[in-house]
């Protein structure tokens, strides 16, 4: 069974900083492109990037409103995906998700159940 | 900076037919965009419903389908049932690693 479990979520202050894990299980994840996706309360999603496999030099791509602030990282050995978040806004307060992309198929199609993130003071 | 367009609201009386489009606010839609369709209930992550433009997800009914409409994507559904009252997301790849969400289409079926 395909799993993607997402961690690390929380109430933090405006400037401060966060780090999210994304865990999968049930398929290669080191072949896989990871992306992130973002919702926040009553909105719509908004992608926020993506990390592709070690075939593909782990490259990154990043939505304007985080490029600078939030990085995409993998280790490969822990199954797991990463995004670090710094400069915090308010305005990043939202559920983030992690997303599997099958880059044959242009598809996400593995969701994780997400992690809420609160930037407030 | 160009924006995905979707409506955001639409409504669909039981067993009809409702046509849900993506677009962009600069050019046309196209398969080079690889418009994916997502359905999303309240409090759930989101579901794959067509990718590809028109490459039904596995386990998705027949009644929805996706195309290329004039300048934009579409996702029919025939034969509108009570469960797919839910809102919808398109995304488009713009190019260079970059996606885009459109803003969502909240389906009534009343």
């Known amino acids: 069974e395909v799993q993607l479990v997402e961690s690390g979520g929380g109430l933090v202050q405006p400037g401060g900083s966060l780090k999210l894990s994304c865990a999968a299980s049930?398929?290669?994840?080191?072949?896989?492109?990871m992306h992130w996706v973002r919702q926040a309360s009553g909105k719509g999603l908004e992608w926020v990037g993506r990390?592709?496999?070690?075939?593909?030099?782990?490259?990154?791509a990043y939505a304007a409103s985080v490029k600078g602030r939030f990085t995409i990282s993998r280790d490969d050995s822990k199954n797991t995906a990463y995004l670090q978040m710094n400069s915090l806004k308010t305005e990043d307060t939202a559920v983030y998700y992690c997303?599997?992309?099958?880059?044959?198929?242009?598809?996400?199609?593995?969701w994780g159940q997400g992690t809420l993130v609160t930037v407030s003071s | 900076q160009t924006v995905v367009t979707q409506e955001p609201s639409f409504s669909v009386s039981p067993g009809g037919t409702v046509t849900l489009t993506c677009g962009l606010s600069?050019?046309?839609?196209?398969?080079?965009?690889?418009p994916n369709w997502y359905q999303q209930t309240p409090g759930q992550a989101p579901r794959t419903l067509i990718y590809?433009?028109?490459t039904r997800s596995s386990g998705v009914p027949d009644r929805f389908s996706g195309s290329i409409l004039g300048n934009k994507a579409a996702l029919t559904i025939t034969g509108a049932q009570a469960d797919d009252e839910s809102d919808y997301y398109c995304?488009?790849?713009?190019?260079?690693?970059?996606?885009?969400f459109g803003g969502g289409t909240k389906l009534t079926v009343l």
């Open positions: 997303t599997r992309l099958t880059e044959e198929e242009h598809n996400f199609d593995y």
């Open positions: 049930g398929f290669t994840f080191s072949g896989s492109a």
């Open positions: 990390i592709r496999s070690k075939a593909n030099s782990y490259t990154t």
């Open positions: 600069s050019g046309s839609v196209s398969t080079s965009y690889y």
């Open positions: 590809h433009t028109n």
């Open positions: 995304v488009l790849y713009m190019g260079s690693g970059i996606w885009m």
